[in-house]
């Protein structure tokens, strides 16, 4: 279902207040079902803290650097290259 919503846009699923420990909502081993399911990566974090917080950025931006590469060459491959004269 969340592919279907967002399409091919890179997501990372962030189960914030790891903080709290044992009150959290949603759980470790659910975070990481989430992150399988969908291809995703998958962080716990605190912004308390700053636990994770970093690391769920980083993953985020090479999701996002992987795409544009991945689009690029698909790009670059489909292309049929343009000859031009010179008006000398």
Same mark, same amino acid.
């Given at each position: 279902m969340? /592919?279907?919503?967002?399409?091919?846009v890179?997501?990372?699923?962030?189960?914030?207040?790891?903080?709290?420990?044992?009150r959290l909502v949603v759980s470790e081993e659910e975070l990481r079902s989430?992150?399988?399911?969908?291809?995703a990566a998958h962080f716990l974090s605190s912004a308390k803290s700053g636990h994770g917080v970093n690391e769920?950025? /980083?993953?985020?931006?090479?999701?996002?650097?992987? /795409?544009?590469r991945r689009e690029r060459a698909d790009f670059a491959a489909s292309s049929t290259p343009v000859i031009r004269e010179d008006n000398r």
């Open positions: 969340i /592919r279907k919503q967002v399409g091919t890179p997501i990372v699923f962030l189960g914030n207040k790891m903080d709290l420990g044992e989430h992150g399988t399911i969908h291809n769920a950025f /980083r993953a985020l931006a090479d999701a996002i650097g992987h /795409r544009a």
